[in-house]
């Protein structure tokens, strides 16, 4: 089978058989896709756009304006030692942590881009600086889905405690580059003048915003074409088949296959089963973030030359990590509050969010790490300034 797929004409021929099959999926149930497509738009234009939107335009500025240089001398003794990265790839991290996905891999990519960072300490970025934001953890998982306050909030430190220990774990990819070494470290950065800047970072967050949007309108077709034809629930037989000795389910294999394409919409079917097993699936379907947001990053990365590959096995290893992260937690603070009137809500809930409300919190958001950076920046300047008087020439 490997030989004739390795073979050019046999993968086209598959490729059109595939698109074949799709064309006509879309004939048999047009009244589901444009249902569906009619979702996705109210995701878009009521919660990505509105929450991503800001921070793509502070990342963009952070990196153009050279303040993650600033950052950078205040935390490379911190960055360095713990994940082998030079300090200005702080500016990731940070943004990964509050922006939510895929701002963190956006702003590593920029960094590498611009000459801040080698290839080497990108791809490390890549595997660990990518993250779900606060506010889906918290406010839609937790208490939308699971109804428990607590349950975000477990969720969202095991979701950043996984991340961090992948990063302590990619310290050892390519371990003879030495962070802010290499070839590509050494590009001659220049900042960019604010009118410049400004308008490169609004276009270039806007064209970003619409191929984010592009992808969750796409995956939430191919999931909703998918349930109907029944393709779903016959791949979700053979994978319980073939996982059964491990306890695996037909309707945990749906809401497994379900997460691995599209993390909202299978984080949104969990409310059946276990209180314990759902929170830990909800866990690995955070963590690895899914195709639909894989087919974002890659859509940044571009003819970057940065790995894919190492990507893909850094959100497998944070998906992994959380699930087990979530388990000890669950041990040490059992959830004894069940599920609520919030299991009817599910992916509704996200997608009639008031647009006002949402862009309203992520700008408030996007403004106070912008003033952390500004206040970083000129806090390092006073130092310099200061060390420099003090040992004249």
């Known amino acids: 089978m490997s030989r004739l797929l390795s073979r050019q004409q046999y993968r086209d021929l598959l490729l059109g058989l595939?698109?074949?099959?799709?064309a006509g999926a879309l004939v048999l149930w047009?009244?589901?896709?444009?249902?569906?497509a009619r979702t996705g738009l109210a995701l878009c234009g009521n919660v990505i756009i509105p929450s991503l939107f800001p921070f793509f335009v502070l990342s963009t500025l952070v990196v153009e304006l050279g303040m993650s240089r600033y950052l950078g001398r205040l935390l490379q003794p911190v960055m360095a030692p713990l994940f082998r990265v030079n300090g200005a790839c702080a500016t990731a991290l940070a943004l990964g942590v509050v922006g939510g996905y895929p701002v963190g891999a956006r702003t590593a990519i920029s960094l590498y881009q611009s000459g801040q960072c080698s290839k080497t300490e990108a791809e490390r970025l890549l595997a660990f600086c990518n993250n779900c934001g606060p506010?889906?953890?918290?406010?839609?998982?937790g208490t939308g889905i699971?109804?428990?306050?607590?349950?975000?909030?477990l969720l969202y430190l095991g979701h950043i405690a996984a991340s961090l220990l992948v990063g302590l774990l990619f310290r050892f990819y390519k371990p003879s580059q030495r962070p802010g070494r290499g070839r590509e470290a050494s590009v001659q950065f220049q900042t960019a003048r604010f009118p410049v800047a400004f308008t490169r970072a609004v276009t270039g967050a806007l064209q970003s915003t619409l191929n984010i949007c592009a992808f969750i309108?796409?995956?939430?077709?191919?999931?909703?074409?998918?349930?109907?034809?029944?393709?779903?629930?016959?791949?979700?037989?053979?994978?319980?088949?073939?996982?059964?000795?491990?306890?695996?389910?037909q309707t945990w294999a749906e809401h497994l296959l379900a997460g691995f394409l599209e993390m909202?919409?299978?984080?949104?079917?969990?409310?059946?089963?276990?209180?314990?097993?759902?929170?830990?699936?909800?866990?690995?379907?955070?963590?690895w973030a899914g195709i639909s947001v894989h087919c974002q990053v890659l859509a940044f990365l571009g003819d970057s030359g940065l790995s894919l590959r190492t990507y893909l096995v850094g959100k497998a290893l944070h998906g992994g990590l959380s699930a087990v992260l979530i388990s000890l937690l669950l041990r040490l603070f059992p959830m004894?509050?069940?599920?609520?009137?919030?299991?009817?809500?599910?992916?509704?809930?996200?997608?009639?969010?008031?647009?006002?409300?949402?862009?309203?919190?992520?700008?408030v958001a996007a403004w106070a790490v912008?003033?952390?950076?500004?206040?970083?920046?000129?806090?390092?300047?006073?130092?310099?300034?200061?060390?420099?008087?003090?040992?004249p020439v």
């Open 146 to 153: 699971f109804g428990s306050g607590q349950a975000g909030l």
């Open 30 to 36: 047009p009244s589901e896709a444009m249902e569906a």
């Open 264 to 287: 909202s919409t299978g984080v949104s079917t969990l409310t059946s089963g276990a209180l314990t097993g759902r929170i830990s699936m909800a866990a690995f379907m955070l963590g």
């Open 135 to 141: 506010a889906f953890i918290l406010g839609v998982v």
């Open 18 to 22: 595939g698109l074949l099959l799709a």
């Open 217 to 249: 309108l796409l995956f939430t077709v191919v999931i909703r074409i998918l349930t109907v034809s029944g393709w779903l629930t016959g791949a979700a037989a053979c994978l319980s088949t073939l996982f059964h000795p491990l306890g695996l389910s």
């Open 336 to 363: 004894d509050c069940p599920a609520s009137v919030y299991l009817a809500q599910q992916t509704e809930a996200i997608a009639h969010l008031d647009f006002h409300t949402a862009l309203t919190i992520s700008a």
């Open 370 to 391: 912008w003033l952390a950076f500004l206040a970083l920046a000129v806090y390092v300047v006073k130092k310099s300034s200061g060390k420099k008087s003090s040992h």
